[in-house]
């Protein structure tokens, strides 16, 4: 009895999938809990695993298939052994005409960066499991060719060259077309609807962190080895600090429906992750209800999960407000963009000394802008300012958070 290998079950927030990248192919045997396939959705990369031993006896949906939830993918034949003939001539002449662009055995970043410098599968050797290409080899393989013609051009002695007739451009002007990835194109469907589709503002405040940096600076090895190696970090802070302050104005943690006004007495945080794939927003749940602790770990967990492409449709859906840090890339200011159907989004930057004025005198301290993005269709102005200067006052104070003060 053949074993039906399906997608898994998509979300109403997810209409359909593509299926990615097959890690098996047809007559191959399979492992129980073995990686066959990954689906690649406008919000995630899911992974299908075999549900039992066997073989694959057919494919029934090749890479670039658009699917949808429960679609069959393949047929497996339980407890069959995988055939060891090798392939006949026609087969192995197809083998040999791969496309300039295909990229099996890869995953979804690595495939990508192969077709942006149209390289084979066969030119590259895979270090990950199973001989699949990673996108270290692939930028492993491309360093090696750049230095290897630096190598060349520099052993090569120059001969006199006449006297150009007239200066211009040299070299070739290349450029390459590639497909956008379903996750990318939902990206920038999403930030265009935000921007058109809502009155968007931005305002702006600094915040000192001296405070935050000298109660870390005292208490972070401690903290790391109370709390099993969770490390002390200012998005914990920030965090409670953004849930605090949308117990106080409900409005920056309500969002739109039509013509109603949805107003949520909880406070789920997405706190932005940037990864190989794009921009993905995790989601804390009931984040006013966790500890610092409980905050910097389960940020690091999902961290993990996102760039390794494990994030599930639960840590990716819901969320009221959203936190993000552009300081981390050295981002000094920026005007983030809203979340949809959420009605604010609070920035972080770069942390960077300059002189502030402090009871007369000018003091060096450790400042941080701060933006807040608002829909001023729900929000008003006053609100939004009095949002952020709330964030600031308890950063600047931390025992505020914990006194919920």
């Known amino acids: 009895m053949t074993i039906e290998l399906k997608a898994p079950a998509f979300p109403e927030s997810v209409a359909d999938g593509e299926v990615a990248t097959w890690h098996k192919q047809e007559g191959e045997a399979v492992a129980r809990d073995e990686l066959i396939v990954e689906i690649e959705t406008d919000k995630v990369v899911m992974e299908v695993v075999a549900p039992a031993d066997g073989v694959i006896s057919k494919i029934h949906a090749g890479e670039g298939t658009i699917i949808e939830g429960e679609q069959l993918l393949a047929t497996i034949e339980p407890g069959a052994v995988a055939s060891l003939s090798p392939p006949s001539d026609s087969a192995a002449q197809e083998l040999v005409a791969e496309p300039?662009?295909?990229?099996?055995?890869?995953?979804?970043?690595?495939?990508?960066?192969?077709?942006e410098h149209g390289l084979k599968s066969s030119?590259?050797?895979?270090?990950?499991?199973?001989?699949?290409?990673t996108k270290?080899?692939?930028?492993?393989?491309?360093?090696a060719s750049t230095n290897k013609s630096q190598s060349v051009a520099v052993?090569?002695?120059?001969?006199?060259?006449?006297?150009?007739a007239a200066a211009?451009?040299?070299?070739?002007?290349?450029?390459?077309?590639?497909?956008m990835t379903r996750m990318r194109a939902k990206i920038a469907e999403r930030l265009l609807d935000a921007t058109q589709q809502t009155a968007m503002l931005t305002t702006f405040n600094e915040v000192n962190m001296a405070p935050l940096m000298?109660?870390?600076r005292k208490y972070k090895d401690q903290f790391e080895k109370t709390h099993n190696g969770t490390r002390l970090g200012f998005m914990g802070f920030f965090v409670k600090a953004a849930c605090e302050a949308l117990k106080r104005f409900p409005e920056v943690n309500a969002s739109i429906d039509g013509s109603d006004v949805v107003y949520h007495g909880y406070q789920d945080i997405g706190v932005a992750v940037s990864t190989d794939n794009g921009l993905v927003v995790p989601v804390l749940r009931d984040a006013d209800f966790m500890s610092i602790a409980d905050v910097e770990a389960k940020i690091k967990e999902l961290g993990l999960k996102a760039r390794g492409n494990k994030l599930t449709m639960d840590d990716m859906t819901g969320g009221t407000f959203t936190v993000t840090n552009g300081g981390v890339f050295g981002s000094l200011m920026s005007t983030p963009i809203l979340n949809p159907p959420q009605t604010g989004i609070l920035g972080m930057h770069k942390i960077q000394e300059r002189p502030m004025a402090v009871d007369g005198q000018v003091v060096i301290l450790p400042m941080m802008y701060l933006a807040l993005s608002y829909d001023h269709r729900l929000i008003d102005g006053k609100t939004a300012v009095q949002f952020l200067v709330a964030v600031k006052d308890l950063i600047e104070d931390p025992a505020r958070?914990?006194?919920q003060l």
Do not use: C, F, Y
């Not at 979804?108 to 077709?115: K, N, Y």
């Not at 050797?125 to 199973?130: D, E, I, R, T, Y």
């Not at 211009?168 to 497909?179: L, S, W």
């Open 100 to 115: 300039a662009n295909a990229a099996v055995g890869a995953g979804p970043a690595a495939r990508t960066l192969m077709e």
């Open 123 to 133: 030119e590259l050797k895979g270090s990950g499991k199973g001989g699949r290409i």
């Open 136 to 143: 270290e080899d692939v930028v492993a393989h491309l360093q």
């Open 155 to 164: 052993s090569v002695v120059a001969a006199p060259a006449p006297t150009p």
């Open 168 to 179: 211009g451009p040299t070299g070739e002007r290349v450029e390459r077309r590639v497909p």
């Open 214 to 216: 000298d109660l870390r």
């Open 401 to 403: 958070i914990l006194l």
